[in-house]
């Protein structure tokens, strides 16, 4: 799976958070404002561009910012650690968007992180695999990670909903340090406004063999990248940093947008941070 954000992207996100000209920037990168668009829109760069420079002028770290454009991607993960885990990626109007099903392979009881555009394959799976869906957990309530809201409480009424949306209904508010058992799996949370003021990150652990945390983070951080601070910037980055990377360095980050990756090849590769 490729970044949800090429190199272009990158930079272009970088430009608003930073309130800087396409013009500044091409200045700072050494480069016309004509290649910075082309970039910008294709990810692709054909000449010398000083990344050192540039993302200096945009908030962004250059090394990481040049090994972005060197193709960098996070490392492919065996997901047979985590047994229990699938990721659901569904697409409408040119935009995919991941939803993920875990569950505790003794009860069968299950929980779905967000729904994507079609819940459709998570009905599927859970047919197959004869689970219980007991909770459906929603990082932020943007359509992309809601559509299937309503399918999910019709066929499965009994779902406990969880957000971080303040109107939510009390009992549909996940606490902050409140723990909810699945099995052997203990789920909890984090709050991580900035992208979307109800956005909430869901940590899983004490799965089988002793596999390392997981993190269903939304649109916090993307592999190599971030969601729009549709909030504020600032608030974004600082959650991440504070909630996310004050994970475990081998926590394994599963975005509601592109691959898996680990707060280890965050904390070393996003040039956001």
Avoid at 7 to 29: F, H, Q, Y
């Amino acid at each position: 799976m490729n970044l949800e954000d090429h190199l272009g992207d990158i930079i272009r996100k970088g430009r608003m958070m930073s309130n800087v000209s396409s013009a500044d920037a091409a200045r700072a990168g050494g480069i016309s404002e004509a290649d910075l668009k082309a970039i910008e829109e294709s990810g692709v760069v054909k000449g010398a561009v000083d990344f050192e420079k540039l993302a200096r002028a945009l908030g962004l770290d250059g090394n990481k910012l040049a090994g972005i454009a060197r193709g960098w991607l996070p490392s492919e993960k065996d997901l047979s650690i985590w047994r229990e885990l699938r990721r659901i990626t569904t697409e409408e109007g040119g935009m995919t968007v991941n939803a993920y099903l875990v569950w505790d392979e003794v009860s069968r009881d299950a929980a779905l992180f967000d729904t994507g555009f079609d819940v459709t394959p998570v009905l599927e799976i859970i047919a197959q695999e004869q689970l219980q869906l007991r909770h459906l957990f929603i990082t932020h309530s943007h359509e992309d990670h809601v559509a299937g809201v309503p399918v999910i409480r019709e066929r499965f009424p009994k779902v406990r909903l969880h957000s971080g949306s303040r109107t939510a209904p009390v009992d549909q508010r996940f606490r902050a340090n409140e723990f909810i058992h699945l099995g052997s799996l203990r789920i909890t949370n984090r709050e991580t406004p900035g992208h979307a003021e109800d956005g909430i990150t869901y940590i899983a652990g004490t799965w089988p063999e002793d596999a390392p945390h997981v993190a269903f983070v939304g649109d916090a951080i993307f592999a190599g990248s971030m969601g729009r601070g549709n909030v504020s910037w600032d608030l974004a980055r600082q959650k991440v940093r504070e909630q996310i990377f004050s994970l475990p360095a081998e926590t394994l980050i599963c975005p509601g947008h592109g691959p898996f990756t680990t707060v280890a090849e965050e904390k070393a590769h996003n040039p956001f941070f």
